[in-house]
Structures are given as C-alpha cells and as structure tokens.
C-alpha cells in the first residue's frame, strides 16, 4: 500500500503487510481494504484459511473456506457438529 496500513480488526499493521504481499498478492489498495475490512468485520482469519482473497484479471474475489464457515458455526449457540453420509 502507498500509506502505512494501520492496524484494523485485531491485525497488527505488519500483519497486514504480510497479507498484502502473500495472501491478497494483486490485489490494490481499495479491494484490500475491503477483504480486511470483511475478514475483520466477519470475524475470519486470513492466517487460518478463513477466508481469501482471489484477484483475478484486476477483479477481485472474497471466498469463504469450509474452515471459515466451520468455524462461523462453532460460535452459534445449538450448533451440533457435522453430520455426513457416504453416497457410493
């Protein structure tokens, strides 16, 4: 970023540069605000595969990992684990 990052959501601001330059590579200035400022706002950690940030051909994409939504569901109260079945 042109201007030192401050620290937002809990990030320290040489957490966001870590960020900026191996997680959100390609990403500018205003898209990666907005996936700090979505990942801070959500509660999800970059560093724990929570959530990403995918730019593409100058667009970006924030995508939420089955880690993230996981971990969304262990906050609500009633949440009862992960129940699967195998399809042969």
Do not use: W
């Amino acid at each position: 970023m042109s201007t030192q990052l401050q620290a937002i959501g809990g990030f320290s601001s040489e957490d966001l540069q870590t960020m900026k330059h191996t997680l959100a590579v390609g990403a500018n200035d205003q898209q990666f605000n907005l996936f700090i400022r979505t990942a801070a706002a959500s509660g999800l950690n970059p560093f724990l595969n929570h959530i990403y940030c995918i730019v593409y051909g100058g667009k970006m994409s924030i995508q939420v990992s089955v880690e993230g939504i996981v971990y969304l569901a262990k906050r609500v109260e009633g949440y009862q684990g992960i129940d699967t079945q195998l399809v042969h």
